[in-house]
Nanobody, 119 residues
């Protein structure tokens, strides 16, 4: 069973940066398309970014474009989300997710990591 664990969240001032990491316990992430999502209090979960299995294609939400970068290191079984120029509206719980092989459904989710952007 694929289990995902996020890390790297925290409290940062506006304009600051954080790098989130997503690790798999035991199961290789190679071959799986991955995504980052977030959910702010009182709001629905939204997609932030996604990356294909080999890292050759990535996509971003409008709010993330130009500020966030998704990447992966299949040798280390890690997915990253580099977040720069953070804004208060980026405050949310960030989740890593993996698509089920052969589908476009995100069937595996981590427990989330809190990102708070505040002065």
């Amino acid at each position: 069973q694929l289990q995902l664990v996020e890390s790297g969240g925290g409290l940062v001032e506006p304009g600051g940066s954080l790098r989130l990491s997503c690790a798999s316990s035991g199961v290789a992430l190679e071959g799986l398309s991955m995504g980052w999502f977030r959910q702010a209090p009182g709001k629905e979960r939204e997609g932030v970014s996604c990356i294909n299995s080999v890292g050759g294609y990535a996509d971003y939400s409008d709010s993330a474009k130009g500020r966030f970068t998704i990447s992966r290191d299949n040798a280390k079984n890690l997915i990253y989300l580099q977040m720069n120029n953070l804004k208060p509206e980026d405050t949310a719980v960030y989740y890593c997710a993996a698509q089920q092989l052969g589908t476009s459904r995100y069937g595996y989710w981590g427990q989330g990591t809190q990102v708070t952007v505040s002065s």
